[in-house]
């Protein structure tokens, strides 16, 4: 079946960084768009970033832009999250999602609920 497992998190200074990993089986991983999102305690959760199947394309939440950057590695199978200049309201869980777009390289998504396959999550803690 198909699994997304998160990791990297972990708690940091305002102004650090982290890198989130994200580890896809059971799927043709070159043949879905992925992405991240996060949810805050007492919060919906949120878009972060996307990325299209060909890798060619990322869109990002305003939030993030410029801090925030998205890639994957078609061979280990991996979608990844470099998180620099971290701020506090980054605090959050962070969650890796995925869906097949079959061979339509081009297409991301920024809701949740157009994704299939979510990780359990993983934990980022910005302190100030």
């Known amino acids: 079946q198909v699994q997304l497992v998160e990791s990297g998190g972990g708690s940091v200074q305002a102004g650090g960084s982290l890198r989130l990993s994200c580890t896809a089986s059971g799927l043709t991983f070159s043949t879905y768009t992925m992405g991240w999102f996060r949810q805050a305690p007492g919060k919906e959760r949120e878009f972060v970033a996307a990325?299209?199947?060909?890798?060619?394309?990322?869109n990002y939440a305003d939030s993030v832009k410029g801090r925030f950057t998205i890639s994957r590695d078609s061979v280990k199978k991996m979608v990844n999250l470099q998180m620099n200049s971290l701020k506090p309201e980054d605090t959050a869980v962070y969650f890796c999602a995925g869906r097949s777009v079959e061979f339509r390289g081009n297409i991301y998504y920024t809701e949740p609920n157009k994704y299939d396959y979510w990780g359990q999550g993983t934990q980022v803690n910005v302190s100030s």
């Open positions: 990325i299209t199947s060909n890798g060619q394309q990322t």
